[in-house]
């Protein structure tokens, strides 16, 4: 039986982590004949009850003050690295699908890159849902990189160094130093992640900046109106380098 580690980085997210760990919860029962598996939540800087509602979860929590991404998600490997043969990381605002670590486990890779997608686009003008999907569909095989949907052999991140102390793209820079390391990295479209699409986020620059640049110059939704995405294209890759990323 193999150890999987999951870091959840958390800055002020008591809004919506029950549901993050709810469907970790679900992703782990789905693995656990052959791997046992750790859910850590780095509160990052937390002003409101985030630890509480971890602990509630019965998973461990790992308070620190960087008030960073980078540094929150490097501190949680390195808390878990002695004890586990695989990390995989997400974020507090998304949800993972059942079969998120099953993928991860039968790529046979050295790290394995997921998607996300968004299902409730309230708030964000009606133009955005549209725009999104044209150019985070485009592309065969997929080129995003999501600390929201990531996982990589324990050994092999320590290899390359781990994530960056970045403000934001710490996700990105390690699977550039992955590729270009010549390690196997499997991208996959088959698990998607549904992740938030609040355009206030906690990384300067992350998600939530990608959507403001979508609803610029666009008519606002009306009150009330709930617009939801299909899924993307469910679709298995593997193979190429790390092009642009968003």
């Known amino acids: 039986m193999i150890a999987v580690g999951v870091v959840v980085p958390a800055h002020d997210e008591e809004d919506l982590l029950a549901d993050c760990l709810a469907g970790l919860r679900h992703a782990a029962a789905a693995v656990a004949d052959r791997a046992r598996v750790r859910v850590l939540v780095v509160a990052d800087a937390c002003t409101d009850r985030t630890a509480e509602v971890a602990r509630a979860h019965g998973v461990e929590v790992l308070p ?52 996300v997608e968004v299902l409730d686009w309230r708030g964000l003008p009606g133009a955005v849902p549209a725009r999104y999907r044209a150019s985070y569909e485009a592309g065969d095989p997929h080129r995003h990189v999501h600390g929201a949907s990531l996982g990589v052999a324990a050994g092999v991140y320590r290899a390359v160094g781990g994530f960056p102390a970045l403000a934001t793209g710490e996700d990105v820079a390690l699977v550039e130093r992955l590729d270009r390391g010549g390690h196997h990295v499997v991208r996959d479209r088959t698990q998607p992640v549904v992740t938030s699409a609040r355009t206030e986020g906690r990384a300067p620059g992350g998600f939530a900046g990608h959507l403001r640049g979508l609803a610029r110059h666009v008519r606002p939704t009306p009150p009330g109106t709930t617009v939801l995405s299909p899924r993307p294209a469910l679709r298995r890759e593997d193979d190429g380098p790390a092009a642009r990323i968003s």
Do not use: M
């Open 64 to 115: 620190v003050a960087a008030r960073n991404v980078g540094r929150a998600r490097a501190a949680g490997a390195s808390a878990l690295l002695g004890s586990i043969d695989w990390l995989a990381t997400t974020d507090a605002d998304s949800v993972v699908p059942p079969g998120w670590l099953v993928a991860q486990l039968d790529a046979g890779a050295d790290a394995w890159v997921g998607t």
